[in-house]
T-cell receptor, first 114, second 113 residues
Framework: DGGITQSPKYLFRKEGQNVTLSCEQN?????MYWYRQDPGQGLRLIYY???????QKGDIAEGYSVSREKKESFPLTVTSAQKNPTAFYLC?????????????FGPGTRLTVL | DQQVKQNSPSLSVQEGRISILNCDYT??????FLWYKKYPAEGPTFLIS?????DKNEDGRFTVFLNKSAKHLSLHIVPSQPGDSAVYFC????????????FGTGTRLQVTL
């Protein structure tokens, strides 16, 4: 059963700690994305990767870091430099076989920083 | 600078009637538009999309219309069902941008019995 998994569903951390959110896909997609959703707002792009070992900053990359060592995995680290880390984080992937391809999303991780 | 706008935060429609959700954009480089449906604490689910070379795309009960001159698109759901109650996001991407999506703020649709 192909899809995108994110773990954990809920995550609590103390202020000042770094935390890594997991994203795995078995859809054989080349491109992967991280978004953040805040209440009453749309999704905002944090980082994206079109191919293994390559990634680019999105609109709100400050305080975040990523790696793309494997095609299936795109973990996101929320560092202590992120001023407002409490949010709902969504990972997505996209195939690149056609000119237009939709992004498929994982179930999300709710991060709460205490 | 919000490039994709959904000006109606909420919409209530009776079951069986038509739901019309609207979206406006400002970036003339956008050439691909998508609608996603989202339940609380879940990831968005892709519904339907349209490229800028078309003005209409239909999939079952869902139809998306694109008016490029007005930079406006709309999602029609006919007939509306209680299970359609969710938040709907409009998104857009531009060619050559790695399909990065710019999202609107969403419209909460409630379908009443």
């Amino acid at each position: 059963d192909g899809g995108i998994t994110q773990s954990p569903k809920y995550l609590f951390r103390k202020e000042g700690q770094n935390v890594t959110l997991s994203c795995e896909q078995n859809l054989n997609h080349d491109a992967m994305y991280w978004y953040r959703q805040d209440p009453g707002q749309g999704l905002r792009l944090i980082y994206y990767s079109q191919i293994v070992n390559d990634f680019q900053k999105g609109d709100i990359a400050e305080g975040y870091s990523v790696s793309r060592e494997k095609k299936e995995s795109f973990p996101l680290t929320v560092t202590s430099a992120q001023k407002n880390p409490t949010a709902f984080y969504l990972c997505a992937s996209r195939g690149t076989s056609g000119y237009y391809n939709e992004q498929f999303f994982g179930p999300g991780t709710r991060l709460t920083v205490l | 600078d919000q490039q994709v706008k959904q000006n109606s935060p909420s919409l209530s429609v009776q079951e069986g009637r038509i739901s019309i959700l609207n979206c406006d954009y400002t970036n003339s480089m956008f050439d691909y538009f998508l609608w996603y449906k989202k339940y609380p604490a879940e990831g968005p689910t892709f519904l339907i999309s349209i490229s800028s070379i078309k003005d209409k795309n239909e999939d079952g009960r869902f139809t998306v219309f694109l008016n490029k001159s007005a930079k406006h698109l709309s999602l029609h759901i006919v007939p509306s069902q209680p299970g359609d109650s969710a938040v709907y996001f409009c998104a857009a991407s531009a060619a050559g941008t790695a399909s990065k999506l710019t999202f609107g703020t969403g419209t909460r649709l409630q379908v009443t019995l």
